[in-house]
């Protein structure tokens, strides 16, 4: 089974400061990770995918996540936090021919950023 | 491209109603829906998953009979919620996939806010 753990329910940043957020995955084979943004009464927006390939995606927004096979995560990161990023982040992963594609999503991490 | 929409955005109903939610791919066949539901300040919970033309795959917990799903074109899936009460109150949020659109990834709709009265 695969399941999805980020860290820290709630991350708080100074306007210009790195954004990290937290992404570890379980999964018995190679898995397909997603980051999606929601923003407050709204459905959700793929941030980035890793699929296969390239370790380093790079999405929209300015924000890039690197999949790290040893340490089963995909943490996102952008340099310089804007206000606009303030929003809800959701993690997930699916698996190459699993069930229609399903995804299992983590808890959520809420951003908030700071002036 | 890959849009979805859903209808209605938002809907109130006396207990006891039945409410239907529609999903549309606008730009793209569908040939899988998922319809999730997400409680405030919670991640989403995958109710069911729907191919077109077959019934509906439900997950562990979820009442088919309460929740009926029907996904009768590539183009749109419905979710009816019967005989609704205070406890389905919740937002729901319906994603499709097809096979000729970046077929490994889910296309979100904007959500449909339900409040039972």
């Known amino acids: 089974a695969q399941s999805v753990t980020q860290l820290g329910s709630h991350v708080s940043v100074s306007e210009g400061a790195l954004v990290l957020l937290r992404c570890n995955y379980s999964?018995?084979?190679?898995?397909?990770l997603f980051w999606y943004v929601q923003y407050p009464n709204q459905g959700l927006q793929l941030l980035l995918k890793?699929?296969?390939?390239?370790?380093l995606v790079k999405g929209i927004n300015g924000f890039e996540a690197e999949f790290k096979k040893s340490e089963t995560s995909f943490h996102l990161t952008k340099p310089s936090a804007h206000m606009s990023d303030a929003a809800e982040y959701f993690c997930?992963?699916?698996?190459?021919?699993?069930?229609?594609?399903?995804?299992?999503f983590g808890k959520g991490t809420l951003l908030t950023v700071n002036p | 491209g890959a849009v979805v929409s859903q209808h209605p955005s938002r809907v109130i109903c006396k207990s006891g109603t039945s409410v239907k939610i529609e999903c549309r791919s606008l730009d793209f066949q569908a040939t899988t829906m998922f319809w999730y539901r997400q409680f405030p300040k919670q991640s989403l919970m995958l109710m069911a998953t729907?191919?077109?033309?077959?019934?509906?795959?439900?997950e562990q917990g979820v009442e088919k009979d309460k929740f009926l799903i029907n996904h009768a074109s590539l183009t749109l899936s419905t979710l009816t919620v019967t005989s609704a009460h205070p406890e389905d109150s919740s937002f729901y949020i319906c994603s499709a996939r097809g096979l000729a659109v970046s077929y490994n990834e889910q296309f979100f709709g904007p959500g449909t806010r339900l409040t039972v009265l």
């Open positions: 999964s018995s084979v190679p898995p397909y």
């Open positions: 729907s191919n077109e033309g077959s019934k509906a795959t439900y």
């Open positions: 890793y699929t296969t390939g390239a370790t």
């Open positions: 997930a992963v699916s698996f190459s021919g699993g069930s229609n594609y399903k995804l299992t």
